[in-house]
């Protein structure tokens, strides 16, 4: 198992842009894909971001792409989430998530590790 710490969430006003970031340890983290997910209040958690392991491939949901960003760092064991041009609907818990797979997986069952989420609330 790994231990994914999530940091960077907040307030922000609509338009605006937020990094989130998750630092990565134990497991191995430069031979498995990783994610960001992202659960609203009443809703189900949902795909927002993969990449591969090694950064070849990335994939994004069709609500976040031209928007958000993801990144990752196998030398600083982190991986990255950059949000621009913000709206109230990306407002959601965000979850960092290591897949037991190497290529990118858009599926929540192919993660095995999952951080405690950060918070982004976007103001209109």
């Known amino acids: 198992q790994v231990q994914l710490v999530e940091s960077g969430g907040g307030l922000v006003q609509a338009g605006g842009s937020l990094r989130l970031s998750c630092a990565a340890a134990g497991r191995t983290f430069s031979i498995y894909a990783m994610g960001w997910f992202r659960q609203a209040p009443g809703k189900e958690r949902e795909f927002v971001a993969a990449?591969?392991?090694?950064?070849?491939?990335?994939s994004n949901a069709d609500s976040v792409k031209g928007r958000f960003t993801i990144s990752r760092d196998n030398a600083k064991n982190t991986v990255y989430l950059q949000m621009n041009s913000l709206k109230p609907e990306d407002t959601a818990v965000y979850y960092c998530a290591q897949s037991k797979k190497v290529a990118v997986t858009t599926r929540w069952a192919d993660f095995d590790s999952w951080g405690q989420g950060t918070q982004v609330t976007v103001s209109s």
């Open positions: 990449i591969s392991y090694n950064s070849g491939t990335t």
